[in-house]
């Protein structure tokens, strides 16, 4: 059974390990502790996010909310409860006093190597808003402590302080402002040490720290580091990933930062937190000239517009690759099971291009950038709705020979149109027949249906109304003729204010806007709610947890989550607020 002491232990770790930073301007904790870290969690200023989390509205409302009263109330909630009574309890305050008192200020996690066996080394240091904090705390551990005598052993620190050494090697210790503890007592020694003499050979001093790029933003909360060189000296690897995925669409998304990460020095990660924002930020360096030449094929070629923009818009994915050379690049990127699938692709888009070959036809008429967006349709080519209401879709394809290119995806389009006129008379559904139309001087062409469908809950088929357009350099496809005009409409716009420099802009960005999938939720609460019940729920729980999930989605800010290739590295942002 483990002892008390222990049970602090492990608490600690959980408080410490589930929040956060730093910036080197501001003296780092990483001076007080042992070179050879192979990782650290930093945090500090966090006793104003606390008292602010515990005075939100939001806050508010998710612990008033039927959903949480229903958790709450479940045999995991009251498990949940029951540990933060007694923490409570044992500890003499209230669940966000206490968590104020030991992440208020500033603490620091590091991670070192075992000497033996596989079990890591943890290594925690907290530095308290005042010295008042350690005293409460070691009145409240020394009672609990005394009644593991046989297991855990305190001494009096020189200077005042207490030192508590457990039989299985873990200790602690409180001395003024400070609290360290770690599962090796010879970790805790060299911090207690560090406290009474700043000397070197700490891990602020070391190489592969100073190398590391900190932050210097004041809003960071949270910054993570680990030394990439290091770990992969210990795991006697050469990469930390694989050099083939087998994914083509993380190869595309993902495959330049994983190939970044496997050769990096070390990474950087911070968490910034505004008064209603947040942003998470990581950072590998490296350089595109060391990266072979399969691999850059997954970089971003040059510097490309900010994507097209809508509102309201639901979701957008843009990506900006050379899709030939990566294409041309698979046998190198992709494991050889996925192979076959690029032969069946190649067989199937032969029935839409036929005479075509793929790689040497096709994709030199494209450029680099690609764009799907999602966002609400009127159905104003019905009369009524669907029973399931889809959100619009649409890809946007930027070309490099506008003239073919836009003819053969004019072809494209008409065939599957085609394909699935077919399928809808199988299905004794009305079919469509193609139409055109001149908005704002572009050509628009879409499919219409013979018949004006009508009725309340029309099959989900009916979400779609083809359509097709070339603005300038781009092709639009879109799921509804109502979308492609808006995008019309967005691409004839002037453009906006860049948000920075063209050469930081991000070579893949998603955007996710909560308020508006809510009203697309909202739009199919009955089909949501019934799914609900038949899964078990009341009526009242499924409609109760429906409306939970829509209050929080229209109080969060739009998500965006992208990759930046720079200079020295890459950056990987995921930013959002409420």
Not at 281 to 290: D, L, M, R, T
Not at 530 to 543: E, I, P, W
């Amino acid at each position: 059974m483990l002892s008390l002491f222990r049970c602090w232990c492990a608490t600690l770790f959980a408080v410490l390990l589930t929040l956060p930073a730093v910036h080197a301007s501001d003296e780092s904790l990483s001076r007080y502790l042992p070179a050879g870290a192979v990782g650290t969690l930093e945090g500090r200023g966090w006793s104003e996010v606390v008292t602010r989390l515990e005075e939100s509205e939001l806050v508010k409302a998710i612990l008033a909310s039927p959903n949480y009263k229903e958790f709450i109330d479940s045999p995991q909630g009251r498990k949940v409860r029951g540990g933060i009574a007694v923490a409570q309890v044992q500890y003499g305050k209230d669940l966000w006093s206490m968590t104020r008192d030991l992440i208020g200020d500033r603490w620091i996690v590091g991670v070192y190597a075992p000497e033996s066996g596989d079990k890591p080394v943890v290594l925690g240091l907290i530095r308290t808003e005042s010295p008042e904090i350690a005293t409460h705390i070691r009145t409240r551990l020394e009672p609990l402590v005394q009644l593991t005598a046989d297991k855990v052993k305190t001494e009096e620190i020189d200077g005042g302080g207490l030192r508590l050494v457990n039989v299985d090697g873990s200790a602690m210790i409180l001395q003024d402002r400070w609290i360290a503890v770690s599962n090796q007592r010879s970790l805790v020694d060299q911090v207690e040490a560090a406290l009474r003499s700043d000397a070197g050979g700490n891990l602020a001093a070391s190489e592969a720290w100073k190398k590391a790029r900190h932050s210097d933003r004041g809003d960071t909360k949270l910054e993570a580091w680990a030394d990439y060189d290091r770990i992969r000296e210990l795991l006697q690897q050469d990469r930390l990933l694989p050099d083939k995925l087998d994914n083509p669409l993380a190869s595309l998304l993902l495959g330049g930062v994983v190939e970044y990460v496997s050769h990096a020095d070390y990474l950087t990660a911070t968490l910034d937190l505004g008064e209603s924002s947040w942003g998470l930020e990581a950072f590998v360096p490296g350089k595109p000239a060391e990266i072979d030449a399969a691999h850059q094929t997954l970089l971003p070629p040059v510097p490309t517009d900010l994507q097209t923009r809508l509102g309201p818009q639901a979701a957008s994915i843009s990506i900006v690759r050379d899709w030939a050379a990566w294409y041309g690049q698979r046998e190198s990127l992709m494991i050889e099971q996925i192979l076959p699938e690029f032969d069946k692709f190649e067989t199937g888009l032969a029935t839409f291009m036929p005479g075509k070959d793929f790689r040497a036809d096709v994709l030199p008429l494209f450029s680099k950038r690609l764009q799907i967006i999602s966002a609400p349709q009127s159905f104003a080519h019905l009369e009524g709705r669907p029973g399931v209401q889809l959100p619009g879709t649409a890809i946007i394809v930027e070309l490099e020979q506008p003239e073919q290119a836009s003819d053969l995806l004019q072809m494209v389009f008409q065939t599957i149109t085609a394909v699935v006129n077919l399928q809808a008379g199988q299905e004794k559904r009305i079919p469509w027949v193609m139409s055109s139309e001149t908005y704002k001087d572009v050509q628009l062409s879409y499919a219409k249906y013979l018949q004006t469908p009508k009725g309340a809950d029309l099959p989900i088929a009916f979400n779609f109304q083809p359509s097709s357009a070339r603005v300038g350099r781009h092709f639009i496809m879109a799921t509804s003729q109502d979308l492609c005009r808006q995008l019309i409409d967005a691409m004839q716009s002037p453009p906006g204010a860049s948000s920075g420099q063209a050469a930081d802009r991000p070579d893949w960005s998603f955007e996710v806007v909560p308020a508006v999938v809510a009203d697309l939720l909202e739009s199919n609460r009955a089909i949501i709610e019934a799914k609900a019940v038949q899964d078990g729920r009341s009526a009242d729980q499924a409609a109760n947890g429906l409306n939970d999930a829509l209050n929080l989605l229209r109080r969060l800010r739009p998500v965006s989550l992208s990759s930046t290739l720079q200079p020295d590295g890459y950056v990987w942002r995921f930013q959002g607020g409420w």
